[in-house]
């Protein structure tokens, strides 16, 4: 894998096995599936899917629209420091987020969706939910009327099922929830953007473990969800498609993470089964 993908320069990247070079930096707009970005930096606040995108969510829940932070790579809800100058800890739904012994040695954790079923011991930071998850389970409420975490929302709810069910959570909870949304949006998940998020609103450190991906279109090791199936676009799309996507996601880490003074470990890279340790190792 060390020879396999090769940087020409910034943005750019070329496969040696199929010699095919590929960008990183592709908007959602114009490209579809395989890009990892909304827009560029400049169209972002204005695009169809960057600010306009943010602002849409309030819209459809009738809500007016609060204070917002608005940069060329976020838009996300006041106040918004939380995560500054802390070290994180982002806990996604992969296998590694059970084979790593990481509960005792981070105060700051954040997680998303159905986690809440297996780290009951944990009191998040943050907890993301997307659109699939159950808002009316009395498990899910229980959970956090038993803690004060923040109560992270994307502006993905667009279906009338997802959306009613967001209004009625949004009533209960509506000085807990934050709202962002990054440029960054590639097909990888929500924990691969709450990485993103930390670095961007000023953490000193991001670690993150259970960010595995799929090894096979065959992997169903979910610590969240046993029966959890890969996305549609990895039975869809070759290995190779994953690859890029985690080469762009790591690229675009390290430059944010450079610019904020940011320190960023994929604490799972050295498991055969993490697919992001051919690019984390590399210094």
Not at 24 to 41: A, D, V
Not at 94 to 123: K, R
Not at 246 to 265: H, L, S
Request: net charge neutral.
């Amino acid at each position: 894998m060390e020879t396999k993908y090769i940087k020409i320069k910034d943005n750019l990247w070329l496969n040696t096995e199929t010699k095919q070079a590929f960008s990183t930096e592709l908007y959602k707009e114009k490209h579809g599936k395989i890009s990892s970005f909304s827009h560029s930096r400049d169209d972002f606040l204005s695009g169809k899917f960057g600010g306009k995108y943010y602002d849409d969510l309030y819209s459809r829940l009738g809500k007016p629209l609060p204070e917002t932070l608005r940069t060329c790579e976020l838009v996300c809800k006041r106040p918004c420091n939380s995560f500054a100058n802390k070290k994180i800890l982002v806990v996604g739904g992969g296998p590694s987020a059970l084979h790593i012994d990481w509960e005792e040695s981070y105060e700051h954790v954040i997680t998303s969706n159905y986690s809440f079923q297996t780290l009951e011991s944990i009191n998040p930071l943050m907890i993301t939910f997307t659109p699939y998850v159950d808002l009316s389970r009395t498990d899910l409420h229980d959970f956090l009327n038993n803690n004060e975490s923040i109560i992270g929302i994307e502006p993905e709810f667009l279906k009338p099922l997802e959306l009613a069910s967001l209004k009625k959570f949004y009533r209960i909870y509506e000085d807990r929830i934050f709202t962002y949304l990054p440029r960054y949006s590639s097909c990888l998940g929500v924990s691969a953007r709450q990485i993103i998020l930390a670095i961007l609103l000023g953490a000193k450190e991001v670690h993150f473990c259970g960010v595995d991906s799929y090894p096979s279109i065959n992997s169903t090791a979910h610590t969240f969800e046993k029966s959890k199936q890969p996305p549609s676009w990895r039975k869809r799309y070759p290995v190779e498609f994953q690859e890029h996507q985690i080469i762009a996601f790591w690229e675009y880490v390290r430059k944010i993470a450079t610019k904020n003074g940011c320190i960023v470990k994929n604490l799972a890279e050295d498991l055969e089964y993490n697919c992001y340790g051919f690019v984390t190792k590399e210094k």
